[in-house]
């Protein structure tokens, strides 16, 4: 694992922004020119910017930190959902559900109905109900599982939002804001980046593209996981080594009192 290339940011595509007329003045700083009416972004920018996203998730996981990774668009459902799983981190690729972060309770609400039928199909439950209940039941399992199934186990807000295309998942990216949660996000020609504490610019169309980012994002937060466990696992050797020593001093000084 290492982090981002400019030969792996150009054979992904990563510098084909939108069309001229699409554009978002805002993104002007990170725009290297055009070709055939393409704005072409500065990967020399968009390198560094990556790198830096890289380092802030290696030391996020390194303290312990958690991750939902955010695409809802085509293009990026499956990387999202590999990638965020790769990483034991949560993910929403399907539609966002206003309140997922704002209105936490609620959702989590939401989770345990969902947990709970998965439980009675399990059970066979479903099999007991006539074709029409079990049919209905099925279809709100479903639903339920398209919006909730990545965030089943987030028992908590998390550290931080990796966005894929910040214009489509704005809904995301304010409720994050309002709370202070840290956003990185791959922010295209056609988007603003007013906001967002991590910009990486960059195309978020292009499925090799997406791919890229998130699997380096993904690289990034296995890094820093293993540099957490290897040092919680160091501080637990530490206190049963001290559990050790104190249970044979008290065996000692029971030995020696008999």
Known sequence: ???????????????????????????APY?????????????????RMANESYSFMQALAAAGGRVLF?????????????????AGQFFVNHRWLGGTLTNFTTVQQSVRKMKDLQRQKE????????????????RELDKLERSLGGIKDMVELPDCLFVVD??????????AQKLGIPVVAVVDTNCSPAGIDYIIPGNDD??????????????????????WHL??????????????????EVAEDAASEA
């Open 1 to 27: 694992m290492s982090q981002f290339t400019m030969k792996q940011l150009l054979e992904a595509g990563v510098h084909f922004g939108h069309q001229t007329r699409r554009w978002n003045p805002k993104m």
């Open 31 to 47: 725009i290297f020119g055009q070709r055939n009416g393409i704005h072409i972004i500065d990967l020399q920018k968009t390198l």
């Open 70 to 86: 955010v695409g809802t668009k085509r293009q990026a459902r499956e990387a999202v959902k590999e990638e965020s799983a790769r």
């Open 123 to 138: 059970e066979g439950v479903f099999e007991l109900l006539t074709k029409k209940e079990a049919l209905q039941l099925q």
């Open 166 to 175: 910040v214009r489509k998942e704005e809904l995301a990216v304010k409720e």
């Open 206 to 227: 292009a499925i090799r593209a997406v791919r890229l980012f998130c699997s380096k994002i993904a690289d990034a937060l296995l890094e820093g996981s293993e540099s």
């Open 231 to 248: 040092e919680n696992a160091e501080d637990g050797a530490d206190l049963v080594e001290a559990m050790t020593m104190a249970t044979e």
